[in-house]
């Protein structure tokens, strides 16, 4: 669904509620997935900003390829609470044993920018 309404972004400087989008775009999916949300209404709507990686929409861990004893930590956007506790502990491995031993998250190294390796996340909807 991501990448249909991408061309349909607002412009980032109006940070008026877009309530057609939703209604026309967005709820139609969320009723279909999850049936119970056709009887909810929406009561409330906020704009605002979210700061992500414009690269590919994920996170950065690891080592950063040209400055010794600097570690990425960060692009997670509204993930970040929740993915907290396995890159804390990827990022102590990295550190401490010189590679990712319990989650392997080599998919979100700095390098992949330089290399073009796009991280697609499956699960937007």
Do not use: C
């Not at 109006?14 to 929406?42: G, I, M, T």
């Not at 960060?74 to 506790?85: C, D, I, R, V």
């Amino acid at each position: 669904m991501w990448q249909h309404f991408q061309e349909e972004e607002p412009d980032p400087g109006n940070l008026e509620v877009d309530h057609d989008f939703f209604q026309d775009k967005v709820w139609p999916h969320l009723a279909h997935r999850v049936p119970a949300f056709q009887s909810l209404k929406v009561r409330s709507a906020w704009a605002g900003y979210y700061d992500y990686n414009t690269f590919d929409q994920n996170g950065v861990v690891g080592p950063h390829p040209l400055v010794v004893n600097m570690y990425f930590a960060t692009g997670f956007s509204g993930h970040g609470l929740q993915q907290a506790p396995a890159v804390g502990r990827a990022v102590a491995e990295m550190v401490l044993e010189g590679q990712f031993q319990t989650i392997n998250l080599s998919s979100l190294l700095f390098s992949r920018f330089y290399l073009g390796e796009k991280v697609e996340e499956r699960n937007i909807i």
